[in-house]
C-alpha cells in the first residue's frame, strides 16, 4: 500500500475553480484508475489508462480530464469544480489481471 | 459490459458466528475474482481473490468461492470478530481492458 500515493488528502474549493488530483505508483504498474466513492452509490471509475498516453473513459467522466505521461503518474483534473463532485477520490493501480491496489484517498469538497 | 450485484446491502452477525456475502457477474468473460474490505474513512484493501481456474481459495477464517457456471461468488467469513466490520465489496475482472467492475458493497456488523 505504500507504494501508490495520493495528494492533496483534503481538499476545499469552489464551484467553478479547476482543481487537479495527484496520483504517483511505485510499482510500475502498467494500470492506473481513478474511481470516486459517494454514499449509495460504491466505487465508480471515473477514468482509466493502460499505459504511458493510453487513457479511456470509465463509467462517470464527464467534467473531468486526465493525463499519463510517465508510467508512475495519473494526474485527475477537475477543469471546472462543480458542487456534484464533491466525493472521495480514490486512486488505484494494477498489473493486467492482477490485483488493484488503491491509494489513500481524497476527500474533496466543492463549496 | 459485466454487471456484477452484491447482497445483502447490510449484514448483522454476532461475534463468532459466520457471514456470507454473495455477488453474481453477467460477463462469461470474467475470469478475476477480487474481495475488498473498507473500513471507516480507509482505502479499500485487498482480502482475498480467485481466479476463475479454481473453485474455492481459503485463507485462514476467509474463503472464496466460485460458481463459474452459475455466475456468481461468494465471500465467507468464520469465527466473526468485531473488527471484521467493515464494508466489504467484490469485484470482476475481465481480459478485455483489465476494467475492474465492483459490487455496491455490504456493510457488515458483528455483534460483541
Known amino acids: 500500500d505504500a507504494g501508490i500515493t495520493q495528494s492533496p488528502r483534503y481538499k476545499i474549493t469552489e464551484t467553478g475553480r479547476q482543481v487537479t488530483l495527484m496520483c504517483h505508483q511505485t510499482?510500475?504498474?502498467?494500470?492506473m484508475f481513478w474511481y470516486r466513492q459517494d454514499l449509495g452509490h460504491g466505487l465508480r471509475l471515473i477514468y482509466y489508462?493502460?499505459?504511458?498516453?493510453?487513457?479511456d473513459k470509465g463509467e462517470v467522466p464527464d467534467g473531468y480530464v486526465v493525463s499519463r505521461s510517465k508510467t508512475e503518474n495519473f494526474p485527475l483534473t477537475l477543469e471546472s469544480a462543480t458542487r456534484s463532485q464533491t466525493s472521495v477520490y480514490f486512486c488505484a493501480s494494477s498489473e493486467s489481471q492482477g490485483p488493484q491496489y488503491f491509494g489513500p484517498g481524497t476527500r474533496l469538497l466543492v463549496l | 459490459g459485466e454487471n456484477v450485484e452484491q447482497h445483502p446491502s447490510t449484514l448483522s452477525v454476532q461475534e463468532g458466528d459466520s457471514a456470507v456475502i454473495k455477488c453474481t457477474y453477467s460477463?462469461?468473460?470474467?475470469?478475476?475474482f477480487p474481495w475488498y474490505k473498507q473500513e471507516l474513512g480507509k482505502r479499500p484493501q485487498l482480502i482475498i481473490d480467485?481466479?476463475?481456474?479454481?473453485g474455492e481459495k481459503k485463507d485462514q477464517r476467509i474463503a472464496v468461492t466460485l460458481n463459474k457456471t452459475a455466475k456468481h461468488f461468494s465471500l465467507h467469513i468464520t469465527e466473526t470478530q468485531p473488527e471484521d466490520s467493515a464494508v466489504y465489496f467484490c469485484a470482476a475482472n475481465t481480459n478485455t481492458g483489465n476494467q475492474f467492475y465492483f459490487g455496491t458493497g455490504t456493510s457488515l456488523t458483528v455483534i460483541p
Open positions: 480467485i481466479r476463475s481456474n479454481v
Open positions: 510499482w510500475s504498474h502498467s494500470y
Open positions: 489508462s493502460a499505459a504511458a498516453d493510453i487513457t
Open positions: 460477463d462469461s468473460a470474467s475470469n478475476y
